[in-house]
């Protein structure tokens, strides 16, 4: 039986050789190298090839492989471990904390507590102005070593560099359209906009009161300009979750407010323009079934959803290979059961992820060996999160800060 080779030509464009010598397992080994998108479109030069993640010696090869490639990502990177501590007299909210801590590792064995900008409060809202709660944080990762600080008592964002100790607290989002309007914003969006050298923030929001506009707006802060605008764009997503950011562009999950689909909506931060990616049928489903929590992370410089059946204790982990392309997700790992495990609050490197048991410890999980280990912290539920850093000394362009 003759077999096909995919070759390059001098024009780029993939033709077939005819080959009879080459074993499958040398394909295997070639194709199992390819990130999601290739391998899809090499699907069409021989029909096998099309049903090759249905093949699963062929899958522990892509899996070894995904997990195994080096990714710049990484490259001279931390962790972050941002997480809440409840307050000693449950009576009193002002003593709930957000505590920040940086670990060179992998296993949180050296962490180093950080020290948040120094913000003075508003004393309208609180006795105590000088009062430091700490922050939220938006995102699985810093932006050019930059976080986005979300203000846990007022509406303050706040952009801060760890490294440099720098930050920028940004002016009040102008979402003010008039005396009987009312607008919650339940969506923040961060990155970095590279072609401009910028830093922008967006808002979502959702407009309570005339019924002659949209109800909902978004606008965008750019920090070269220091400044808000709104983005005249006609959509009626409802973002859900948190975002992640990747090569200039913020993504996030968001159900469409008309036809109760499921979408990954990211953003341009260069062109300022959304690009909507269906969730296939299977997952969206999913969407609306309280028994099964959904995730969105970055795993090995790859968007990644995580199915996290509650009912089986297993964690189903696709990979999206194009943006747009609604086949392009493909599911590359099923994890579990593992009854011990609650959900996953972040991921490490190269295949690790975090997870919080259901005692409250904090684990980690090697999806390489799909061993567990102790990392000896107990953190709560639900507001626990881990972020990859990568150190910048250079200060904030653009605003005059």
């Known amino acids: ?91 009193d909210f002002r003593e709930e904390t957000f505590e920040l801590y940086s670990d ?23 006795d105590n102005p000088e009062y430091d709660s700490g922050f939220n944080i938006l995102g699985s990762c810093s932006v050019h070593g ?35 309007w009312a607008v919650v914003v339940d969506h923040h969006g961060f990155g970095y906009d590279c072609v401009n050298g910028d830093y ?23 920090l070269r300009s220091n400044s808000w605008r709104k983005l005249d764009v006609n959509m009626e997503y409802k973002p859900i979750g948190d975002q992640v950011c990747i090569d200039g562009f913020s993504h996030c999950l968001c159900k469409s407010a008309t036809h109760n689909e499921a979408y990954l909506l990211s953003f341009d931060l260069s062109n300022e323009i959304f690009l909507a990616t269906p969730i296939p049928s299977d997952m969206d489903d999913l969407f609306h079934n309280f028994s ?14 995580i ?46 992820m975090l997870f919080r048991k259901k005692d409250g410890g904090l684990v980690r999980f090697d999806l390489n060996t799909q061993k567990i280990e102790e990392l000896g912290i107990i953190i709560e539920r639900f507001c626990c999160k881990i972020l990859i850093h990568k150190e910048n000394l250079l200060p904030f362009e653009g605003a005059d800060i």
């Open 1 to 91: 039986m003759e077999r096909c080779v995919p070759v390059v030509s001098t024009n780029n464009k993939i033709k077939v050789r005819n080959q009879s010598h080459i074993p499958d397992d040398l394909f295997f080994s070639i194709l199992s190298k390819l990130p999601i998108k290739s391998l899809k479109r090499f699907g069409c030069v021989r029909k096998s090839w099309s049903f090759l993640i249905d093949n699963p010696h062929f899958m522990t090869l892509y899996r070894n492989s995904f997990l195994t490639n080096d990714n710049s990502y990484y490259d001279d990177t931390s962790l972050l471990l941002h997480k809440k501590i409840e307050p000693q007299d449950s009576d």
């Open 104 to 126: 060179s590792g992998e296993r949180f064995e050296n962490m180093v507590k950080l020290d948040w900008p120094s913000i003075k409060f508003d004393p309208m809202y609180w």
């Open 146 to 180: 930059t976080l986005c600080l979300l203000c846990a008592r007022q509406k303050n964002i706040i952009l801060w560099n760890p490294t440099t100790r720098e930050f920028k607290l940004l002016p009040p989002s102008p979402f003010d359209y008039g005396p009987n």
């Open 200 to 222: 922008k923030v967006m808002c979502h929001g959702i407009v309570i009161g005339e019924i002659n506009y949209s109800p909902y707006m978004w606008e965008i802060y750019s």
């Open 292 to 305: 099964v929590w959904i995730h969105l992370v970055l795993l090995n410089g790859s968007i990644a959803l």
């Open 307 to 352: 199915l996290n059946y509650r009912d089986t204790f297993t964690f189903h982990i696709s990979i999206l290979g194009d943006l747009g392309v609604k086949e392009s997700w493909t599911k590359i790992f099923i994890v579990g059961p593992l009854p011990c495990l609650e959900y996953p609050i972040g991921v490490g490197k190269k295949g690790d």
